[in-house]
């Protein structure tokens, strides 16, 4: 092939080559006949073939520690680490016992929470600043879970729901049991996921979905902290609308409001929001950020202990904090089947949250997270957390940006926060226990901020993207009324049929030519795109599949002007009326045929009457015959000569394509139609003198499709094309393919579409290429100089 190249000033290029076709397209590039992955075979040998650097490779890859721990760097490192452990640790105190609340369970399990997963999180887990621990979200979720199968109903004692009290030792301990129930399906969901590597399920969660749905959460755990933060006892409500039940039946029990509680809880708010605006205000500033939450816990210990405000105003506190570790125990499998969607649910939320900090930190700092090592790895901390009384975790993001911001720069800072958890637990624990609920609510309250805040993506979106808000918007919608497990389901399903939309409702554009240049643009976008005539080129934003292939054909006859239909429809009345109009000529013949045998028979009856009547036989009545005859044969004259005239006349201009007569015997329905249609088809002459039905000049003869944003074929693709083939070969305008990617082209192959009808020559590299050739086939040089194979730019 011969090609080319010639620099131009001011940046430009000079390329001259030949027309590409597909077939020419092998020859140039030399395209492979093989295949140069491994075979089925191949892998699976591979995968069982073991070797000391395959075995190395695969520890390392399932137990990320063994890779950077040998290389710590206690120079650059330690000190990082250390203060951010201890701030880390600091905050997880706090927010462990508060979160624990949101879950229905005791404060001690919050902590526990707090203490295991971040150990197994520093063996498994590839992030280097993310903080595993209790999170709102996921703590609210497992309360769901807890309260519905545990409501207070199902242990009261010593008289009926009205009168009786509630055995809070029992219900607690089976909240226990379902909690680490739901947390060790969640885990094992996590573990096989990321097994079988099916980290990118993740990826059907968007960013507004994400952020919708945390945020309706948010809400959910508000109204959730009301009860504390006034001091009043609500009905338990489950199911669609519970939120707005429970928010009813709060404002209800206003009137009953303790007012020592909501002054604690006021207090603890104002000085919370307070210190933390500074802390945020003066964070360049700070080494680190004032431990306000731990301090305000002491200091609101300290007040109700030696204040005796338990006693005296009936200020709702956490109670015993047992001290030490328990034992391990199994969660209890039979509660597996009735929590099996709510830990599904889980185990997708918390590894969303989990893997877009994970990857926002890693991108900030050039490292790479191991979306399926992340799966995997907080399915184990659930999983082993489950069997010390945890229950479900995942990354906070208020606890992983005090992580990052303070300095830590591995996980080594989680295992400094897992032992300032441990001394707690095993030491100060039993210290906390005239801690009152209404502080612990007000640390939930102020670390919502971060949620709430999320409320400004409607604007954003609003501005941006419509679609993703109103993804956004169902999502918080549906999470906020049909709780979190529905709102969930709802938001994935929602999401998924805006992608569905977006494949069935793409943007279908004409291209013209830009002069001077290789470039087709849209038409409707940019001015000096000029539709080239008698070719239309046709262009979708996405890929053609079943869903969008009837819109695509719709769509392009629309933009093309060419209704097959109705072309088709004409064509076909046009053969059947000429015809019929054959026959009735055939049938004229036959009948002129036989009426010039009639002068012969009148010659021969003259001569007979001559005869008779010099025999004298002749009679009055053969008198009348012969007149009559003599009269038949001047009419039958008449109309023979004008049959003859009339058929002269109408073939005397040469062949006609019958496709593309008119008729003047059409309705007025069919007449407007056909000659609507047809008044843009006419005539073009070919070397050899024969002529066919193409189009000339402004008319289409031409059409190239452009399926360059096609990835994909499947078998209703496939006819599809064909039938665009065949119907616009049968009204005589030639069809292009151009800028088909080699994997589309090999499905075409494999879906037997090239045939004698539809040979490979009809695909073009480029639309540039499938311009050229089209014009070359019709002879019009003169346009072909226009748009010239050297193109300069």
């Known amino acids: 092939m011969d090609i080319e190249e010639r620099d131009c000033s001011g940046g430009g ?35 069982l073939r073991c070797s ?46 508060a979160y624990a609340l949101l879950a229905s369970l005791r404060p001690v399990f919050g902590l526990y929470t707090s203490l295991y997963p971040v150990l197994v999180y520093f063996i498994f887990g590839t992030s280097r600043h993310i903080s595993v621990g209790t999170f709102a979200v996921i703590s609210i979720m497992i309360g769901s ?80 902290q009301l009860k504390y933060l006034f001091g009043v006892t609500p009905a338990r409500f489950t199911g ?74 009936s200020i709702d506190v956490v109670g015993e904090i047992p001290s030490g570790l328990k034992a391990p125990e199994a969660p209890n499998a039979t509660l597996f089947s009735q929590v099996i969607g709510d830990a599904f649910a889980l185990a997708i939320v918390s590894y969303a949250i989990n893997i877009s900090l994970g990857k926002t930190f890693a991108l900030k700092h050039g490292y790479k997270v191991d979306s399926n090592q992340e799966l995997v790895a907080l399915g184990l901390c659930n999983t082993v957390g489950s069997f010390f009384q945890c229950y479900s975790v995942t990354s906070s993001l208020s606890r992983s940006l005090v992580q990052e911001s303070t300095g830590g720069k591995t996980q ?39 949620m709430f805040m ?43 049929l805006t992608v569905i939309f977006r494949t069935q409702l793409p943007r279908y554009s004409i291209l013209g030519h830009v ?27 996405t890929t053609i599949y079943y869903a969008n292939a009837e819109m695509y054909l719709e769509a392009l006859q629309e933009k093309s002007g060419l209704e097959i239909r109705k072309l088709l429809t004409a064509m076909k009345k046009r053969d059947a009326k000429l015809k019929r109009k054959q026959e009735k000529e055939k049938k004229e013949a036959k009948m002129e045929a036989k009426k010039q045998l009639f002068p012969f028979l009148f010659s021969f009856w003259q001569r007979k009457a001559v005869s008779h009547l010099s025999n004298g036989t002749f009679s009055e009545v053969n008198e009348r015959k012969v007149s009559a005859g003599v009269k038949g044969q001047s009419q039958g004259n008449v109309v023979a000569l004008s049959l003859t005239e009339t058929s002269t006349h109408g073939h005397s201009k040469g062949q006609v394509n019958r496709a593309y007569q008119d008729d003047t015997t059409m309705s007025d329905s069919d007449s407007d139609t056909g000659s609507h249609i047809f008044d843009s088809i006419t005539q073009v002459s070919k070397p050899g003198g024969e002529k066919k039905g193409k189009a000339c000049g402004s008319i289409t003869h031409s059409i190239i499709l452009d399926i360059a944003t096609t990835s994909f074929v499947d078998t209703v693709t496939v006819k599809t094309l064909k039938n665009i083939f065949r119907d616009f070969g049968e009204i005589d305008v030639d069809i292009y393919l151009a800028g088909c990617q080699a994997c589309v082209v090999e499905q075409l192959e494999r879906a037997g579409f090239f045939s004698e009808s539809i040979p490979k020559s009809r695909l073009f590299v480029t639309i540039h290429d499938a311009v050229l050739h089209s014009l070359k086939k019709l002879g019009q040089t003169d346009f072909v100089l226009d748009v010239s194979c050297s193109t300069r730019m």
């Open 240 to 313: 669609p609308f519970s939120l707005i039940y429970t928010l009813v039946d709060v404002c209800w029990l206003l009137p009953e409001t303790k007012v020592p509680e909501l002054l604690v809880s006021l207090v603890a708010l104002f000085v919370l929001i307070v210190v933390k605006e500074i802390n945020a205000c003066y964070r360049q500033k700070l080494p680190m950020p004032i431990p306000i939450e731990i301090v305000v816990i002491i200091a609101a210990t300290i007040i109700t202990h030696f204040c005796g405000l338990t006693s005296k105003y």
């Open 412 to 450: 080594v800072a989680g295992v400094i926060s897992s032992i300032i958890v441990l001394i707690t637990v095993l030491k100060i624990g039993s210290l906390f226990s005239d801690l009152p609920k209404a502080v612990l609510s007000t640390i939930v309250f102020v670390n919502l901020k971060g």
């Open 52 to 97: 000391v650097p395959r075995l190395k490779r695969t520890a390392l890859s399932w137990v990320p520690v063994l890779s950077w721990l040998p290389h710590y760097s206690i120079r650059e490192n330690a000190i990082g680490d250390l203060i951010s452990g201890c701030s880390v640790g600091i905050m997880h105190l706090p927010q462990g016992m």
């Open 454 to 496: 999320q409320f400004m993506d409607v604007p954003m979106l609003w501005k941006t993207n419509k679609v993703d808000l109103l993804v956004w918007l169902v999502t918080f919608t549906s999470t906020l009324l049909l709780n979190l497990d529905l709102g969930l389901a709802v938001a994935i399903g929602f999401s998924m």
């Open 145 to 224: 879970v807890t309260e519905r199968l545990a409501p207070d109903s199902n242990f009261i004692v010593n008289g009926t729901n009205q009168t009786g009290s509630v055995d809070l030792d029992a219900r607690d301990a089976y909240r226990v049991q379902i909690a680490c129930s739901v947390t060790v399906l969640a885990g094992i969901f996590q573990i096989l996921l990321g097994v079988v590597r099916f980290g990118f399920v993740v990826t059907y969660l968007s960013e507004p979905l994400v952020r919708g749905y945390t945020t309706g959460s948010a809400c959910h755990v508000c109204v959730s």
């Open 13 to 47: 290029y000079f390329v001259q080559r030949k027309v590409l076709d597909e077939l020419r397209l092998d020859e140039v590039a030399q395209k492979r006949t093989w295949s140069t992955k491994p075979t089925l075979s191949e892998r699976v040998k591979e995968s």
């Open 515 to 541: 002069t001077g240049t290789a470039l087709y643009l849209d038409t409707d976008t940019y001015k000096e795109a000029k539709e080239i005539p008698g070719i239309k080129i046709f262009r979708s934003s």
